[in-house]
């Protein structure tokens, strides 16, 4: 088969480069190495910064390359992101599904080029992930075949395309919006991302019942780690319920914006929270809490 073409996939149990390989038919000219090693990566800091995790896969990536580079591999070599890490309850810091900054972004790409990878995925469900909006995708796309675009003129573009005369309200809203998901969960936090409601309550039109849907969204997802926060572990599980019910409750809606598989991933998370027997909070060695930081 001389034009059949393979995919190596570097994920899991074979995330590390082997050690018995010593040379490729045709040095691999027909073949695509995806590395899908990121599962766990920090998504809200560049991978070559100092956040420990995107430490410890950056190690393994720099070795996939020294490793082909040393077999005089030809082929090509693919780097998978995974976007859609959202919170799930019982997993920590809730509130940050879906967001990925455009800065952190267009510095990976930068990076990625750098390092010699010729090809990106993103492990998404490609073809639905616009909850509340395709920003992140689209931005994703264009950046990846441009990476010196400026940010303002691509977000200036994306939402006068999306929303049209809604644009300038709604840019504002998600800003302001994604500013507080970033910040500690707190009365005060809570009660502005509740208040924000209000700038999009007359947003016509499905994209409107989506922005409003994703407020939700967030809204009860801080009030659930608020909770945990607290120790009140009777208004974590109230609180719990209801997020569990999210899905079913907006199933029409997110059908239409969200990836065909769970909305939410139970298990691929940074932390794992949850309570002690006799009630109190229970937290991961290490001082996890500074990640909200």
């Given at each position: 088969m001389p034009d059949a073409a393979f995919e190596w996939i570097a994920y899991q149990g074979t995330a590390e480069p082997p050690k018995q390989v010593k040379h490729l038919l045709n040095n691999g000219r027909n073949m695509l190495v995806n590395c899908c090693v990121n599962t766990m990566r920090d998504l809200y800091h560049p991978m070559d910064g100092d956040s420990e995790p995107n430490r410890k896969l950056l190690k393994t990536i720099r070795s996939w390359l020294d490793f082909l580079h040393?077999?005089?591999?030809?082929?090509?070599?693919?780097?998978?992101?995974?976007?859609?890490?959202?919170?799930?309850?019982?997993?920590?810091?809730?509130?940050?599904?879906?967001?990925?900054?455009?800065?952190?972004?267009?510095?990976?790409?930068?990076?990625?080029?750098?390092?010699?990878?010729?090809?990106?995925?993103?492990?998404?469900?490609?073809?639905?992930?616009?909850?509340?909006?395709?920003?992140?995708?689209?931005?994703?796309?264009?950046l990846w075949n441009d990476p010196d675009l400026d940010l303002e003129s691509l977000k200036s573009d994306f939402y006068s395309r999306y929303f049209g005369p809604d644009a300038l309200v709604v840019r504002a809203y998600c800003e302001d919006l994604e500013r507080l998901m970033f910040e500690a969960a707190d009365a005060a936090n809570l009660a502005a991302i509740g208040e924000l409601g209000g700038r999009i309550a007359r947003i016509a039109g499905p994209r409107g019942d989506v922005l409003r849907c994703h407020h939700e969204y967030c809204l009860l997802a801080k009030q659930m780690f608020q909770a945990y926060l607290d120790g009140d572990r009777a208004e974590f599980e109230r609180r719990k319920a209801v997020f569990l019910k999210f899905p079913e409750k907006h199933a029409r809606l997110l059908a239409e914006v969200m990836a065909p598989f769970p909305m939410l991933w139970y298990g691929h998370c940074f932390f794992r929270i949850g309570w002690n027997d006799d009630g109190t909070r229970k937290e991961q060695p290490g001082n996890w809490l500074e990640y909200l930081k």
């Amino acid at each position: 088969m001389p034009d059949a073409a393979f995919e190596w996939i570097a994920y899991q149990g074979t995330a590390e480069p082997p050690k018995q390989v010593k040379h490729l038919l045709n040095n691999g000219r027909n073949m695509l190495v995806n590395c899908c090693v990121n599962t766990m990566r920090d998504l809200y800091h560049p991978m070559d910064g100092d956040s420990e995790p995107n430490r410890k896969l950056l190690k393994t990536i720099r070795s996939w390359l020294d490793f082909l580079h040393g077999i005089g591999y030809e082929g090509r070599f693919m780097m998978m992101e995974y976007y859609n890490l959202c919170e799930y309850p019982d997993s920590g810091p809730c509130g940050r599904a879906l967001l990925w900054p455009l800065d952190v972004m267009r510095h990976d790409v930068r990076f990625y080029r750098r390092l010699g990878v010729t090809a990106m995925g993103a492990f998404t469900g490609f073809d639905k992930l616009a909850f509340p909006t395709p920003l992140r995708l689209w931005a994703w796309m264009k950046l990846w075949n441009d990476p010196d675009l400026d940010l303002e003129s691509l977000k200036s573009d994306f939402y006068s395309r999306y929303f049209g005369p809604d644009a300038l309200v709604v840019r504002a809203y998600c800003e302001d919006l994604e500013r507080l998901m970033f910040e500690a969960a707190d009365a005060a936090n809570l009660a502005a991302i509740g208040e924000l409601g209000g700038r999009i309550a007359r947003i016509a039109g499905p994209r409107g019942d989506v922005l409003r849907c994703h407020h939700e969204y967030c809204l009860l997802a801080k009030q659930m780690f608020q909770a945990y926060l607290d120790g009140d572990r009777a208004e974590f599980e109230r609180r719990k319920a209801v997020f569990l019910k999210f899905p079913e409750k907006h199933a029409r809606l997110l059908a239409e914006v969200m990836a065909p598989f769970p909305m939410l991933w139970y298990g691929h998370c940074f932390f794992r929270i949850g309570w002690n027997d006799d009630g109190t909070r229970k937290e991961q060695p290490g001082n996890w809490l500074e990640y909200l930081k």
